[in-house]
């Protein structure tokens, strides 16, 4: 087979594979996300002891991972529902815990709306009520803020955020949101992560026609004795055109 006639099938398997046009999402659009991500930060301790024994002082590192799943259905272009599911583990102090979100969200071009719930039961306490405001084009750049938004690794780019976002909705292609956020600080050996200011990153990039790949995490500002970070990663699956 000659060249020329070979070509034109190259054309169509690297249309099918990448594609070249970044096109508004049609009503019905389902996103499956699957995350894995963890990090960790400064926590006081008391070598060879516990609290109340003699002994110094010091500041080591509690580590964290989290995992789990996301939704997200527009019944219609104005209307975004998203859910999310999973376990966060603290490994220095043995807790395995469940987190989940949901939000309901009104989302026309210029502005978003939304609220919700989400809850984890683990040492951070970090459950209550979910909020989402948008100012800007949501297929361009735009400001965003996220107070316990749904998200499938809990912890990695913080539970409170303010941004630049561009790209967010419902096109596919190139998506980020980038800013500050509130995630887990420096903890004493008998007290709760207080909060620390951090910068975030959420990343995607478009990977085949129906999966994106996606990249995220944050790296502490503040938080006492040492910094928090966090890092993950995941895949996202579109259907149900």
């Given amino acids: 087979m000659k060249l020329r006639h070979i070509i034109p ?9 990448v594609p070249l046009q970044v096109e ?4 019905g659009r389902y996103r499956l996300s699957f995350g894995l991500g963890g990090g960790s930060y400064p926590q006081d301790f008391i070598p060879g002891g516990c609290l109340g024994s003699s002994g110094v002082m010091e500041t ?7 995992g789990g799943a996301q939704v997200d259905a527009w019944p219609s272009q104005a209307v975004r529902v998203s859910a999310s599911v999973g376990e966060f583990v603290g490994w220095n102090s043995g ?14 071009r210029y502005v978003g709306l939304g609220a919700g719930y989400a809850a984890t039961n683990d040492e951070t306490g970090r459950s209550g009520l979910s909020a989402y405001l948008r100012l800007g084009d949501n297929d361009g750049m735009h400001l965003r803020a996220d107070l316990r938004a749904p998200t499938p690794t809990w912890g990695v780019t913080g539970w409170s955020r303010v941004g630049i976002g561009y790209n967010q909705g419902l096109r596919r292609g190139f998506g980020a949101f980038v800013g500050l956020s509130k995630v887990l600080g420096h903890a004493n050996v008998d007290t709760l992560p207080k909060d620390a200011l951090a910068v975030f990153t959420d990343l995607t990039f478009p990977f085949s026609r129906r999966w994106d790949l996606m990249l995220r995490g944050h790296a502490g500002i503040s938080g006492g004795p ?13 259907f149900g055109e």
């Fill in 9 to 17: 099938f190259l054309i169509i398997l690297f249309q099918q594979g």
């Fill in 24 to 27: 508004r999402t049609p009503s």
């Fill in 60 to 66: 080591g590192r509690q580590p964290f991972t989290s």
């Fill in 95 to 108: 807790r395995t815990s469940s987190f989940y979100g949901l939000l309901g969200a009104w989302e026309a």
């Fill in 226 to 238: 040492g910094f928090p970070y966090g890092l993950g990663f995941g895949g996202r699956y579109y």
